[in-house]
């Protein structure tokens, strides 16, 4: 079998790392936090393109469209990883930011084999979802190669969604295969091919940045609260608690009691004590100013 992939950074030896199992425990520990410390300053270069990235995205789920991830192996667990915590976070409906791995949910925990080499399955996947001309589909790869990907990619590119890539090395195939190309080159990793490592690392800074931003910009929080998250544990009711105290500048009792009338809901709770209103009378501003709080308290 030849092996397209040799010329690729993340799959190069670096030869600082090339005695590393016969290293002190604590100096390969430090070799991999001063490897891991260059990710950021890669990830910087890309800021640009992760921006533009962010406000296409943002403009489509505006207009209702839904956010999906698509990867394989670690990229793919990345992807699954940053869509879970979108409903917790933001208070999203579980469809809205979605991700999609080669395998299916069993590759969550455990490797299936050739999953990634098929871009049929890819496809089909998107196919399965239904994607439309609102939705924004982001590859991730840290090869930019990946056949499962990249058959996604030109599945939505058929179906009219925004096509966004993220992947680790210039010039993927990947990236010509999106309207948004997205490439953090973070070079060779400490144990050859591990793009779990650098890779990983930067897929998950630039994820963070997809989701977040675009919450964001969808009114999602206020200020940096995270005013639409779902209190679904203790601590996190009590997060809400001193959430909507600091907003709306009252004690924790009152506090506790309006968002006991918004059946949770932190806005409602807010805008209740600001404006002396009811749940209803509440939601109704709330909803008359596109969800922004802001926007709702200063209407």
């Known amino acids: ?11 190069q030896s670096d030869p600082r790392y090339s005695q590393i199992d016969r290293l002190p425990t604590g100096e390969i520990v ?9 990710v950021p300053a890669a990830v910087a270069l890309a800021v640009p393109a992760i921006t533009d990235a962010i406000e296409a995205i943002a403009t489509r789920m505006r207009k209702g469209g839904r956010l999906l991830y698509v990867g394989a192996g670690t990229s793919g667990r990345l992807a699954v990883l940053d869509a879970s915590e979108c409903p917790p976070t933001f208070g999203t409906d579980p469809e809205l930011v979605q991700g999609v791995i080669a395998g299916g949910p069993d590759a969550l925990t455990r490797s299936v084999e050739g999953a990634e080499d098929d871009a049929e399955a890819g496809a089909a996947a998107l196919a399965d979802l239904d994607v439309g001309p609102l939705d924004s589909v982001v590859g991730v790869s ?6 499962f990907v990249l058959g996604a990619l030109a599945e939505a590119t058929r179906r009219e969604a925004l096509t966004v ?13 999106a ?4 490439e953090v080159v973070v070079g060779p990793e400490v144990v050859t091919g591990s793009t779990r490592l650098k890779a990983g690392t930067a897929q998950k800074l630039v994820l963070n940045m997809i989701s977040t931003v675009s919450m964001v910009r969808l009114g999602r929080t206020y200020g940096n609260q995270m005013i639409e998250m779902s209190a679904m544990n203790s601590k996190l009711a009590g997060r809400a608690v001193r959430m909507v105290s600091d907003i709306a500048g009252v ?9 006991d009338a918004a ?6 709770a807010v805008l209740m004590i600001q404006h002396s209103l009811d749940a209803e ?3 109704a501003l709330l909803h008359s100013h596109g969800e922004r709080l802001s926007d709702a308290l200063s209407g």
Request: proline share 10%.
């Open 179 to 182: 309207e948004h190309p997205i």
């Open 281 to 283: 009378q509440a939601r």
């Open 251 to 259: 004690g924790r009792e009152v506090a506790a009691s309006a968002l």
């Open 263 to 268: 059946g949770g809901q932190a806005k409602v």
């Open 30 to 38: 430090a070799l991999m936090n001063e490897a891991d410390a260059t």
């Open 1 to 11: 079998m030849i092996d397209p992939l040799p010329e690729l950074p993340t799959e």
């Open 142 to 147: 840290a090869s930019g190669r990946a056949p």
């Open 165 to 177: 890539s993220l992947s680790c090395n210039d010039g993927a195939p990947l990236s010509a295969a």
